[in-house]
């Protein structure tokens, strides 16, 4: 009776896990990690900032700690991830004199890259977040340092490094706020364009940060228009805060207003049961869309085990008490993982 078990025969159920818990002596910890998931990401640390904090030094420590204890638990290892904006080192975009480095010098640096990161997990990874984040929600490339130095052709560049390192290792691109249609369409002709020109493309991450306010029927627009566009989807970082997103500028907001900081916490002292229902329900009927797509999803992950535990506490506003996850503040399962145990194993 554990979401590994009942999925088995449907998709991979993962979850992200960070530094601390992969080396967490907590047996409970330990324990249901090894039975309710089939696969871990790292949450953080294979990201290029820790993997390559100096040009030509690389750390891979963390991330080899990862996959001992992946490899030891039988789960499947996903690279995440190799070109983001966020958290790449800013050494990549600087020449020694502070200079934004020429387009020649950023794809090499990629090419690097991303030769040594996936070279080292060859084997150990089955499938890497190649691009992360490249499209903005109005379908627009993102003005990254990458686009702006490389142009859009850095996604296939990429891809097609990534491919020449580990031609057995299966290529995503990875993106949230999936339901924006304009997105979509951004999302679809990338994979067609990188299709058109012979590069391997397996799967569409769909993150999945979502709110109880995301509308489902539009993030299954998104599903179905890129399971149509000739790719399998994963569900890559998924928890549904429901916690209220701030208005305006809300740092300035919360340092002279602490009325506005409790507004923005409103469930410190626990979740009332109409809200933990209402995420409840919500969390069934996304398994539901799962459940009917299951045949073109090749994972499900949960962006960390446990509540407490969630980036999402930290963020946009600092240190409030969210309840995303399939796992309470004691580890212990939400209402939902029951009946969406029950959904997969008579689906
Ligand atoms: O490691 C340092 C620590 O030394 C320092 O004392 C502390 C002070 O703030 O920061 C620690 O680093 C934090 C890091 O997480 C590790 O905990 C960073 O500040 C914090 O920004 C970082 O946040 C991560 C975030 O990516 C960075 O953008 C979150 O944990 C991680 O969940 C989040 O994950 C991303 C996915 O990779 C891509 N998609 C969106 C998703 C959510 O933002």
């Known amino acids: 009776n554990t979401l590994r078990g009942a999925f088995a025969d449907k998709f991979l159920i993962g979850t992200a896990l960070n530094v601390r818990q992969v080396e967490s002596k907590d047996k409970a910890l330990q324990a249901l990690v090894r039975d309710q998931f089939s696969?871990?990401?790292a949450e953080n640390c294979m990201k290029a900032e820790v993997v390559q904090p100096k040009e030509g030094v690389f750390k891979f420590e963390d991330g080899d700690r990862l996959c001992d204890l992946a490899e030891k638990n039988g789960q499947v290892v996903t690279g995440h991830c190799l070109i983001w904006h966020s958290q790449a080192p800013k050494w990549f975009f600087k020449d020694k004199e502070g200079k934004t480095v020429s387009r020649d010098v950023l794809i090499q640096r990629m090419k690097d890259h991303i030769y040594k990161v996936v070279g080292h997990y060859k084997g150990r990874v089955k499938g890497w977040d190649v691009v992360n984040e490249a499209i903005e929600g109005n379908g627009?490339?993102?003005?990254?340092?990458?686009?702006?130095?490389?142009?859009?052709?850095?996604?296939?560049?990429?891809?097609?490094?990534?491919?020449?390192?580990?031609?057995?290792?299966e290529l995503y691109y990875n993106d949230y706020g999936m339901d924006s249609p304009r997105k979509r369409e951004a999302v679809v002709r990338l994979v067609k364009d990188l299709k058109a020109h012979g590069c391997r493309i397996d799967a569409v991450g769909m993150q999945s940060h979502l709110g109880l306010n995301t509308s489902l029927g539009e993030y299954e627009k998104s599903m179905e228009a890129f399971i149509g566009a000739g790719v399998k989807v994963l569900v890559t970082e998924m928890e549904l805060s429901v916690l209220p997103w701030p208005k305006g500028n809300y740092g300035?907001?919360?340092?002279?207003?602490?009325?506005?900081?409790?507004?923005?916490?409103?469930?410190?002292?626990?979740?009332?049961?109409?809200?933990?229902?209402?995420?409840?329900?919500?969390?069934?009927?996304?398994?539901?869309?799962?459940l009917r797509h299951s045949k073109d999803i090749g994972r499900v992950t949960f962006w960390g085990v446990s509540d407490g535990d969630s980036w999402k506490n930290n963020f946009p506003i600092h240190g409030r008490t969210d309840y995303p996850l399939a796992f309470d503040r004691d580890l212990k399962p939400k209402p939902f993982v029951k009946t969406v145990i029950e959904m997969a194993k008579s689906g």
């Open 39 to 41: 696969a871990v990401v």
């Open 140 to 169: 627009e490339f993102r003005k990254s340092p990458f686009y702006k130095i490389i142009g859009p052709d850095f996604i296939r560049l990429a891809f097609q490094f990534a491919h020449e390192a580990d031609p057995d290792v």
């Open 252 to 290: 300035a907001a919360i340092e002279t207003n602490f009325a506005y900081k409790d507004e923005m916490d409103p469930y410190k002292d626990g979740l009332p049961e109409e809200k933990a229902k209402e995420q409840n329900d919500f969390y069934i009927k996304l398994f539901d869309i799962y």
